[in-house]
């Protein structure tokens, strides 16, 4: 069964210090496609970073960087130099088959940065 | 511009009531999803359309009926609302990817925040 799983219901992190959100997955498949949502407090989902399945190296963008461990089933989110503006429901989610290519998602993690 | 547009934004109805709440996007996706997010945030596909026909449906009551009259809009009817309907509502869409574990990102609309009383 496909599954996502985000064990840090919430974390705390301070200005400028780096934080890594947990995720790890679970699909029989090969091919397959790992996502991160930012959902602020006004609700709209974000879209952050995004991993395939056959990418050889670590998906970055700014200041986001997914540790993708295959052997492992995991994708951490890292967030480098954290910002207040970071404070948010973080989701790892997953592309769950190719035909509609629909999202499964972690339960989320809250992040709250304190100056 | 927006890409993903839902409206409306708040719908605030009694139970029994059927209502509906609309979804277009102009990003040219051929495909478009309903997902519910409850109230611990939990978020879930319900519907996935691709080029107006239907490729997942969750196991969602049949109350709940995804019309897609073009690729660019994905409405979703809600016949004799229950209390435990109240949750929010997003429409999303993507392209497929170009190959197979490639990037389809998904644009998600503003939500639309259903409250049953």
């Known amino acids: 069964a496909q599954k996502i799983t985000q064990t840090q219901p919430g974390m705390f992190v301070q200005e400028k210090e780096a934080v890594t959100l947990d995720c790890t997955y679970d699909?029989?498949?090969?091919?397959?496609?790992l996502f991160w949502y930012k959902q602020p407090s006004s609700g709209e989902m974000i879209f952050l970073i995004y991993?395939?399945?056959?990418?050889?190296q670590n998906a970055t963008e700014g200041r986001y960087s997914l540790n993708f461990q295959k052997a492992r089933k995991s994708a951490n989110l890292v967030i480098s130099a954290s910002q207040l503006g970071d404070s948010a429901m973080y989701f790892c989610?997953?592309?769950?088959?190719?035909?509609?290519?629909?999202?499964?998602f972690g339960k989320g993690t809250t992040l709250s940065v304190s100056s | 511009d927006t890409a993903v547009s839902q409206t409306p934004k708040y719908l605030v109805t009694q139970m029994g009531n059927d209502k509906s709440i609309k979804c277009e996007q102009n990003?040219?996706?051929?495909?478009m999803y309903w997902y519910k997010q409850d109230s611990k945030k939990f978020l879930k596909i319900m519907f996935s359309?691709?080029?107006?026909?239907?490729?997942i449906n969750e196991t969602v009551p049949n109350r709940f009926s995804p019309k897609s009259p073009d690729k660019a809009h994905l409405n979703l009817h809600i016949n004799s609302l229950e209390l435990g309907d109240s949750a929010v509502y997003f429409c999303?869409?993507?392209?497929?990817?170009?190959?197979?574990?490639?990037?389809?990102?998904?644009?998600f609309g503003p939500g639309t925040r259903l409250t049953v009383l």
């Open positions: 999303a869409s993507s392209s497929l990817p170009r190959l197979a574990g490639g990037l389809s990102e998904q644009f």
């Open positions: 699909t029989s498949d090969q091919s397959y496609g």
């Open positions: 991993q395939g399945s056959y990418d050889e």
């Open positions: 989610a997953m592309r769950i088959n190719q035909a509609g290519t629909a999202l499964i």
């Open positions: 990003l040219g996706h051929d495909t």
């Open positions: 359309y691709n080029n107006k026909e239907l490729i």
